[in-house]
C-alpha cells in the first residue's frame, strides 16, 4: 500500500490530496523555518524546525530529508509528511485566525 492508499484508508471517509514536496523544496528547509506537518493526511499541526542534516528535519517530530516523511521506530506505517513550508503570508492569515478564534471563545 503506497502513502495516498494508507492515508485514504485511514482517514477512510475523506479524499487526501497527497502532494509532498520536492527533494529541492525539503532540501531547502532550515532552521526557523515552519512547516506544515499532516497528521494522518487530514490534521494540520504547524512546527518550527530545530535542525537538519543530510538526513533529517527535525522539529520536534523527526521527517526523512529526501521524502518528508515522518520517521517513528514505534510505529510501522507512515503517520504523518511534511505538506509544505509556511511563507510569510501563511503566518499572518494563521495568527489572524487564531485571534478570531481566541476572541469568540472570550465573548
Known amino acids: ?18 502532494e509532498p514536496l520536492t527533494r529541492e523544496e525539503l532540501h531547502a528547509i532550515k532552521p526557523g523555518d ?14 518550527i524546525v530545530q535542525k537538519v542534516d543530510d538526513k533529517i528535519i527535525d522539529a520536534g517530530w523527526k521527517f526523512d530529508r529526501n521524502t518528508g516523511i515522518e520517521i517513528d521506530e514505534d510505529i510501522p ?6 505538506r509544505k513550508v509556511l511563507t510569510e503570508e501563511d503566518k499572518i492569515r494563521i495568527k489572524n485566525e487564531r485571534e478570531v ?3 469568540k471563545r472570550t465573548r
Open 101 to 103: 478564534i481566541s476572541d
Open 77 to 82: 506505517t507512515t503517520v504523518s509528511y511534511i
Open 34 to 47: 515552519v512547516i506544515e506537518r499532516m497528521l494522518a493526511g487530514v490534521i494540520p499541526v504547524h512546527l
Open 1 to 18: 500500500m503506497n502513502l495516498k492508499e494508507y492515508l485514504v484508508h485511514k482517514t477512510q471517509t475523506k479524499t487526501v490530496d497527497y
